[in-house]
């Protein structure tokens, strides 16, 4: 009988700190893995498989050797809330959560990614940047990813060529969205990301599914590779 038959293949396991209502969850899940959320708050609407009301950092501290041994790969997304305005804001008594979230991630020894914004870039360790015309959306969001234990590959960064709607107002045909703050068209984006549970908290929060779907089969390639 050969290795695969009668056998379900053996899933990757992701432990997604941050995760909101599932963004990055849904593009590992794309990629073939299943995906465990820590969230500080209740995430009613999280699509991932399971789920945990925790302080991230802590609960990886506290479950080190579980981690290690339940879990394939790591995302962590510590919020920042305003995009350029981000050392501002943390140095206006917001944790600067980054820093403590490598040093625990570490602790696992577990592969990594750490993703936050353009503001956030000083404190990332050769962040690769990710945008939502690198996959054909219509969507502008730039987002940056430091990597540990392994190494990601951005693929071609399209140019900007289409007009990005106006803040608040509904997006005219062929303009592109940046969905932040209040923005207009969350249905608009729920159709172009493929995210039907989210609203518009949880997509002004997200990175698109592709984003963490092209990392987690990056990932993959490379881990069987060198398993190979
Ligand atoms: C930027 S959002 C993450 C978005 C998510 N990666 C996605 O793609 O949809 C940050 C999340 O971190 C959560 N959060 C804030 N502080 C936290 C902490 N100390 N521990 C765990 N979660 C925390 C917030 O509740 C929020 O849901």
Redesign the pocket.
Known sequence: MGQAEGLAPVKRRVLD????????ARGYQNAGAVVFG????P?PRYCGEGFCVA???DFVRRNVDWIREAFHFVHA?P?CQFDSDCQRIMKNDHPD?IGPTREALELTGLPYVI?NVRGAIPKLRDPVELCGTMFGLRTYRHRYFETGGWTLTPPAHPKHTAPQAKMGRAPKPGEFISPVGNFSGVQLVREDWNVPWMNRD?IR???PPAYAEYIGRQFLAQAAADAA
């Open positions: 700190l941050y995760p909101c209502q599932g963004g990055a820590v969230d500080i708050e995430q302080d991230a950092i997304s919020p959560l993703e949880g929060e997200a990175i």
